[in-house]
């Protein structure tokens, strides 16, 4: 079993759509988590970053983390075709912050 | 403002040919390193990352090794590349600690093993 399981997508929907991204992990140990977005054939870019449980809001994207079902979010509102990107979803555990685990990515295309 | 560069942008090597990859830093002191790869279809994974000069964790066996001989300067070498060792290699800072998991990446680059 992998550590950190994503949907790999391809996700497509319209522009305004909210959208909603999901990774599920194993280790118990993880306390912070990560989305990081990536264009083609480019760097990742972080997008959010949360500590433990509860919610986080930045603009247009909220991150969830519910550590009691091991399972985080990312929801995208009134998606834009410029939103068009693989995201990705990562964590570190408390006794090493410094090795992030990522997930596979999602695909996800805003189409106008 | 942080900048961290990369070069080169794409790499095509032949099998069993050494590589040196390198990544360097700006505007932050004692930065932590990471390199990763990142295989087609697959998620990034990290290959080794440094918290000071000289001081290099590895997390993945291989024909890989990284160095780190200045405070911004992180290279990756190998010397003899396998056909395996092809994917998108990143490199990667943060200020380490709690905030260890905000990770500022380069540009990247692309290596083709032939």
């Known amino acids: 079993q992998k550590e950190v399981e994503q949907d790999p997508g391809p996700l497509s929907v319209p522009e305004g759509a909210i959208v909603s991204l999901n990774c599920t992990y194993s280790?118990?140990?993880?306390?912070?988590f990560m989305w990081y977005r990536q264009y083609s054939r480019k760097g990742p870019e972080l997008l959010m970053y949360?500590?433990?449980?509860g919610n986080k809001e930045d603009g247009r994207f909220t991150a969830q983390v519910d550590k009691s079902s091991k399972y985080i979010s990312l929801f995208i509102r009134d998606s834009q075709p410029s939103d068009s990107a693989t995201y990705l979803c990562?964590?570190?555990?408390?006794?090493?912050?410094?090795?992030?685990?990522f997930g596979t990515g999602t695909r996800l295309q805003v189409f106008p | 403002s942080q900048t961290i560069h990369q070069w080169p942008a794409t790499l095509v090597q032949p099998v069993g040919s050494p590589l040196s990859l390198e990544c360097t830093v700006e505007?932050?002191?004692?930065?932590?390193l990471y390199w990763y790869r990142q295989a087609a279809g697959r998620g990034l994974q990290l290959l080794f990352y440094?918290?000071?000069?000289?001081?290099i964790s590895s997390e993945v066996p291989q024909n890989l090794s990284a160095s780190r001989p200045q405070d911004r300067q992180f290279i990756l070498s190998s010397k003899k590349l396998l056909l395996s060792d092809s994917g998108f290699y990143l490199c990667?800072?943060?200020?380490?600690?709690?905030?260890?998991?905000?990770?500022?990446f380069g540009p990247g680059t692309r290596l083709t093993v032939t």
């Open positions: 990667a800072w943060s200020t380490g600690g709690v905030l260890a998991g905000e990770q500022y």
């Open positions: 280790n118990s140990a993880f306390q912070y």
């Open positions: 949360t500590y433990s449980s």
């Open positions: 990562a964590m570190s555990a408390w006794y090493n912050t410094d090795k992030l685990i």
């Open positions: 505007g932050t002191s004692n930065p932590n």
């Open positions: 440094s918290v000071g000069i000289g001081q």
